[in-house]
Each structure stands twice: as C-alpha cells, then as structure tokens.
C-alpha cells in the first residue's frame, strides 16, 4: 500500500494486505492487514454484515485480522478501546452505525479526556487590538477589506498559558479563484471571503491574503497570473 500514483512500490513493503481465499467460489476469505509506521493505538473488535474484524494497534505497529462469507451476522457490533487526540475512547457492543446517542449509558459508550483530567480543562479567549479598513492588491485590482488584529489565548488551570497574534480578514468583495474541481459543489468559480492566519502585523496578514489566492489561482486556474475582470467598486 506504500505506492506511488504510478503503483511503483516506495520502499519495502512496511504497509500492505494479503488474502485467502477458500470455499463457496472464493466468497469466503481471511485478510491481514499491516502497517509497521502508525501512529494508531487500540483494541478492537468489529462484528457486521461483511465481515468480522480483530485489530490491534500500539506505535510503531498496526495490525488488522478480518474473516469474511463465514458468518451470517444481522445486527452490527463493536467492542474497542482506542486513544487519540489525548483521550481514551470505549464501545461495549454497541452499533457502529448509530453514532453519539445521549441515551447510551456511559459505560458502553464514552471517552475520558487524560489532559483535561490532569491539567484542568481549556479555556479559550480572544481580544481584538485594533481594526482597520485595508484593501488586498491583487493583479485585476485592489478588494477591500475589513482587517483585525487579534490575540488569542488558551489556558488551562495547572498548564502554561497559549498565546498567538494573529489577523482576522472579511473580505468586502470576494477574490475569485477556480474551485477544486473534485466534487459537484466545488466545480466552477471559489473565492476566497475570508481568512484568519497567524500575523504580527497588518502588512503580514495582507500579504498572507495574496499569497493565499494566488497559491490557489497557480493549483486550479494552472497559472498565478489567472485573467479575472477588475473587482466591483
């Protein structure tokens, strides 16, 4: 699975599937599953229409255990302990397809936050320093621009506090650009009408705005120099 978009092989095969297939045409099959560089860590056991499904995971290792056209299983199941984004997550049989239900008792379903629990739970603010009316040069014209520079802050009870500046846009008049192309929505003309980045100055943030819609003109229009019509007054 370490290909290229050629299906050249990159390296030795550290991630990959294999299959058996036996009995009744080759419907029934065991696939492994491996990935010997993930960041996944979990135990899990999936029961569904398809297949059932044994899976394993503590960096650097991943390993994934399915046997399928064996059992004929109506009602999906799951059972599994996985950690991610600084929190331990549980399922005790339950269906994977019914998503968060706040009637599910916490025991069958719930996570527990280690940071939280350690280190006092975030605390997010904002202050806005000041606001300017700008305009973005772009190669058509110039669009104007509401701009404020901001400081945001996170803090936790038993933690260092966060801190970045950063600039806020909301652009007046949209600059256009091609969309990506990769879906029925995003066909046809985007534009950008809106943008917060890190940035000290005001200078720093328009030029962030440039940098942006020229960097997505070069993807999708295939030039930085796209031709589009003089923005409206």
């Not at 996944?40 to 029961?47: A, L, P, S």
């Not at 997550?89 to 008792?105: K, L």
Request: net charge positive; hydrophobic share 40%.
């Amino acid at each position: 699975m370490n290909e290229d978009h050629h299906g050249k092989r990159k390296g030795w095969a550290y991630q990959g599937r294999a299959w058996w297939h036996f009995g009744d045409g080759g419907r029934r099959h065991i696939c492994f599953e491996w990935n010997l560089w993930s960041k996944c860590c979990h135990i899990n056991f999936d029961v569904n229409d398809e297949d059932i499904t044994l899976s394993l995971a503590f960096p650097p290792v991943s390993l994934w255990l399915s046997l399928a056209g064996v059992f004929n299983v109506r009602h999906p199941r799951e059972i599994g302990i996985k950690v991610f984004s600084w929190a331990l997550w549980w399922t005790i049989w339950r269906d994977p397809m019914c998503g968060w239900d706040s009637r599910m008792p916490w025991w069958r379903q719930g996570c527990l936050h280690v940071d939280d629990a350690l280190l006092g739970r975030r605390r997010y603010s904002c202050e806005t320093l000041s606001t300017h009316e700008v305009v973005v040069p772009m190669p058509e014209g110039p669009y104007p621009a509401t701009l404020r520079m901001e400081k945001a802050t996170w803090r936790r009870p038993r933690w260092f506090r966060e801190t970045i500046f950063r600039a806020s846009i909301d652009m007046k008049v949209p600059i256009p650009h091609e969309g990506k192309g990769e879906n029925s929505w995003d066909c046809g003309e985007d534009a950008l009408h809106g943008l917060t980045c890190p940035a000290k100055t005001v200078e720093d943030a328009i030029a962030e705005a440039v940098r942006s819609v020229l960097k997505a003109r070069r993807r999708y229009d295939g030039n930085v120099m796209a031709k589009y019509p003089a923005p409206a007054a």
